[in-house]
């Protein structure tokens, strides 16, 4: 193994899915393919189109159940800032509603925020150096 290519969040619909993470969150659409009956949105940071979330609508009764508890009680991934501060106050201005934070504990500068679904996130500020 090499690289995280993407990681999988269930959607209801794409086009919301795709309004928040691109609006919202500053994703870019890296590829949007029609295959038959299925669609593959993927999403990146415009800086870093290597890794991302596939937006996989949810397919089954099972899967559309685990629509914003992919990961229950724990976050889904950790997003990474170099000015905490203003990442969360750009975010709080588009609409992105945080739990937590932000906050530091054992030297560590985080948020955690959810997606519309629920899905919980983590905004952690890099040390410098």
């Not at 690289?3 to 994703?27: C, N, P, Q, S």
């Not at 914003?68 to 992105?96: F, N």
Request: contains cysteine.
């Amino acid at each position: 193994m090499k690289t995280l290519g993407r990681m999988v969040i269930l959607v209801k619909d794409h086009e919301e899915a795709v309004a928040f993470y691109t609006k919202k969150l500053g994703f870019e659409v890296y590829a949007d393919i029609h295959a038959g009956q299925r669609r593959h949105v993927h999403v990146c940071f415009p800086n870093q189109p290597e890794v991302g979330i596939w937006l996989m609508k949810a397919e089954s009764a099972d899967q559309a159940d685990r629509i914003g508890r992919q990961t229950p009680g724990q976050p889904c991934a950790v997003l990474y800032s170099e000015s905490l501060g203003h990442d969360y106050g750009e975010l709080v201005s588009r609409g992105v509603e945080f739990t937590r934070g932000p906050k530091e504990e054992a030297g560590v500068r985080f948020a955690h925020f959810v997606d519309l679904y629920g899905n919980e996130f983590v905004l952690v500020e890099l040390e410098e150096g």
